[in-house]
């Protein structure tokens, strides 16, 4: 029956992902990553992960997608150019070898996963993924972790309003 | 054949996917805004392995590095979006191409 719900979400993910990059006008390109951001979110609750789904609709699908589409009206931005599909002929060389590198790694990494006894997982609680378990974890063992992000949020927010500033008096 | 739970090579192999998807983004398009959406795409790809993980090995480590993953991603979308504000105002354009001032 997961199965069932799965491969549904995980097309659409892709299809949508594919969206994103193949789209000519980047409007277009931000609601079909907004989709694949929603259907991830599925994939977490299919996982149990509630807090991280919730998470994820909040923060990707909500404020990140508004600050892109945001940027996407101010900038004012028009259908895209032929010319931005244009590959380079000086990195030809470079393009080439990265595609051969990428595909090597990938067929390693397949490779292993499969090797790997993976289907003997454990029998999950109930208490997996809800707010107080992440919670628990991240006010005990991980709170240093956590008090750093929230400078890292802080020195964002300050760079941001600096850097977007007319001129510097 | 729907039977069972999903093995975890599934959201692996969705979490490979998307990440090359990602990658494909990045390398052929000179869109700026598309460039970063791609960028987007390659660290929601991690988190699913992250979580994938957890599940797995019944843990909480996973969930909180993706909560990391999260709070990174929030902080380099607003300076990165405010950069390429920047960058417009001195040259009206949004092609990666074209900006080459710090090239030699």
């Known amino acids: ?169 | 054949m729907f039977e069972g739970t999903v093995p975890l090579e599934h959201y692996l192999t969705l979490s490979a996917v998307l990440f090359v998807i990602g990658i494909v983004g990045v390398l052929i398009r000179r869109n700026v805004i598309v460039v970063f959406m791609s960028i987007e795409i390659m660290l929601n790809a991690v988190n699913i392995s992250l979580i994938a993980f957890d599940n797995y090995l019944n843990l909480s480590n996973g969930q909180i590095f993706s909560f990391m993953v999260m709070c990174v991603a929030a902080a380099e979308v607003s300076v990165g979006l405010a950069i390429i504000i920047a960058l417009h105002r001195n040259k009206p354009t949004v092609n990666l191409d074209e900006f080459n001032l710090l090239k030699w």
Request: proline share 3%.
């Open chain 1, 1 to 169: 029956m997961e199965l069932l719900i799965f491969y549904p979400i995980a097309g659409l993910c892709v299809a949508l992902a594919l969206g994103v990059i193949f789209n000519t006008s980047p409007v277009g390109s931000a609601m079909c990553l907004i989709g694949m951001m929603l259907g991830l979110a599925g994939i977490f609750v299919l996982l149990q992960a509630h807090f991280i789904a919730i998470l994820q609709i909040i923060i990707y699908a909500g404020a990140i997608m508004v600050l892109f589409m945001f940027v996407i009206m101010l900038l004012n931005l028009k259908q895209t150019a032929s010319a931005d599909w244009v590959a380079r002929d000086k990195n030809r060389f470079i393009s080439i070898l990265t595609g051969v590198l990428a595909v090597g790694i990938l067929y390693k990494i397949i490779d292993i996963t499969f090797l790997a006894e993976l289907n003997s997982s454990a029998e999950l609680p109930d208490t997996f993924g809800t707010v107080a378990t992440v919670g628990e974890a991240l006010f005990t063992d991980f709170v240093l972790p956590f008090e750093v992000a929230s400078l890292l949020l802080l020195a964002a927010m300050i760079g941001a309003v600096v850097l977007a500033k007319p001129k510097l008096d």
